[in-house]
């Protein structure tokens, strides 16, 4: 039947909350890498990993190992597992439009603006804490000192942990692009790290312990000859940070999206990046994607794009974060005397001193060394990653903002990046600086539960059929909830119980 009213046009899914919706473009050819080509074709996997060997695998990881034992190294095994699909999950948005995922988090209801708020306020909650630099100050305090820092000492640790954290702002100003920057410190902290450790724990460590970190991994206690997946007298808050820290750790992980738009992943290459202050020259970067027709030239693409993903997550991020988790554990409980209780100002320069008593001042000096360099590039890729995506948020919802200064992006970058600086300052003398840590992973695990379920939604939704993720890959990012959810719980319950 003919009726004089004019025809409606659909609103595209992904435009229902206030965005633009994609342009068409082509998905641009995936690199072809053999051999050693491998290692130029992945990088964002490469930041994640360098973040993930910091707060949980040098601290953290260690204080719970210390106290309980090896056997609880399960909880990295399952926490790393989720997080690699979930990482690749993220990576398969950032792939098919071009856009950091917490643009498509924007791009659900009820509208963008509130899921740049409440995302925006999450990654302040957790990564706005400078706890990084806090806790490498002590690993500094000890190489100039001789000792470990004590409640006397705070003030110097303070100074230091301001220092620490100014130096690590300074580095993001210059080069051409801030990913590429990123990217090669972190492969020079892998190699220097993995690598100091692998030759310490083969010298020091006995192969009995190297054997109850192997069975450890799947929750089985060696000296009990039994599965003891949750001993005794935990700390719920402190295992709940753990858990989180096992990996990246929760909005951290988010801003893997960011940098693969940056370094050009998929349809990213059609975005644009955002450039360095210093070395860095204008870059139009477009404030929301692209999307593909699905047809079978570009599925083919896609299929090569998937393999550097997978490359990327399950050949650097996973072997990286099992070994960066193990590692450390097996010299912590070799030089340790079991249910040491390392959580003071000195925690950062606690396996060290031990070190010291036992091999000399030379080696301790250098294992202090390597842990003020890991927490320093830990504070750098965090803060980096907040200040990130803080931009791409303002960016994405705010045309004015858009249109500032002629539309240069580094202006809103390095504004955000002033305004962290401030807090950062304030915020290093509030707290101890392994209860900044504390907070920031207790937040991480909270921010699993929620994005997990929000990329489930994105890319079961606004993504084309041919696009999404088979079932398996959905119920594990369930699953990724429930276990996050569950320890959580745990620690929640036990605040409130205090």
Not at 341 to 365: C, F, K, M, Q, Y
Not at 440 to 455: E, K, Y
């Amino acid at each position: 039947m003919v009726t004089g009213s004019q025809p409606t046009t659909a609103v595209p899914l992904e435009s229902r909350s206030g965005l633009p919706a994609w342009a068409t473009a082509e998905l641009p050819l995936s690199p072809s890498p053999k051999g050693l080509g491998w290692l130029a074709a992945v990088g964002p996997g490469v930041i994640v990993l360098g973040i993930s060997i910091g707060s949980g695998e040098f601290l953290l990881g260690p204080a719970v190992f210390v106290r309980h034992g090896l056997t609880l190294l399960w909880v990295t095994t399952v926490a790393v597992v989720l997080q690699t699909i979930f990482n690749t999950e993220l990576m398969r948005y950032t792939l098919a439009t071009g856009e950091p995922v917490l643009t498509g988090f924007m791009r659900t209801r009820p509208t963008s603006s509130f899921w740049a708020w409440f995302y925006s306020i999450l990654y302040i909650l957790q990564t706005g804490w400078p706890a990084w630099a806090a806790n490498a100050a002590g690993a500094v305090f000890f190489l100039w000192a001789r000792r470990l820092a004590g409640p006397l000492d705070a003030s110097a640790v303070y100074w230091i942990g301001v220092s620490t954290f100014l130096v690590s702002i300074a580095i993001l100003l210059v080069g051409r692009r801030i990913e590429r920057t990123l990217e090669v410190l972190n492969w020079v902290l892998i190699a220097w790290i993995l690598g100091a450790f692998l030759i310490l724990a083969v010298f020091f460590v006995p192969v009995s312990t190297w054997l109850a970190a192997g069975a450890g991994l799947v929750g089985y206690d060696t000296a009990a000859g039994a599965f003891n997946l949750l001993p005794e007298g935990l700390d719920p808050v402190l295992l709940a940070a753990v858990v989180a820290y096992s990996g990246c750790g929760g909005m951290t992980n988010l801003t893997l999206t960011n940098w693969a738009r940056d370094r050009g992943y998929g349809m990213g290459e059609r975005v644009g990046y955002i450039p360095a202050a210093v070395g860095g020259a204008k870059v139009h970067l477009a404030h929301t994607g692209f999307m593909f027709t699905p047809d079978a030239a570009n599925l083919a693409r896609w299929r090569g794009w998937w393999r550097i993903v997978r490359a990327d997550q399950w050949g650097v991020f996973f072997l990286g974060g099992v070994l960066g988790m193990v590692l450390p554990a097996l010299l912590y409980v070799e030089f340790l005397t079991p249910g040491t209780e390392i959580r003071g100002l000195g925690i950062a320069a606690a396996l060290a001193a031990s070190v010291g008593e036992r091999a000399g001042p030379i080696l301790a000096g250098t294992i202090a060394m390597l842990g003020a360099w890991l927490l320093f590039k830990t504070q750098l890729d965090n803060m980096e990653g907040m200040v990130r995506a803080l931009t791409d948020v303002l960016w994405t919802g705010s045309g004015r903002l858009r249109a500032w200064r002629g539309g240069d992006v580094r202006r809103v970058y390095y504004t955000v990046l002033g305004a962290v600086v401030i807090w950062g300052v304030i915020a290093l003398g509030l707290a101890q600086p392994v209860a900044l840590l504390q907070i920031g992973a207790n937040v991480a695990g909270v921010a699993f539960i929620i994005t997990s379920l929000h990329l489930l939604y994105i890319n079961t939704r606004l993504l084309p059929p041919a696009l999404r993720p088979p079932r398996w890959r959905r119920l594990a990012l369930v699953a990724m909830a429930v276990f996050y959810g569950y320890f959580s719980a745990l620690s929640i319950s036990s605040l409130i119980g205090r």
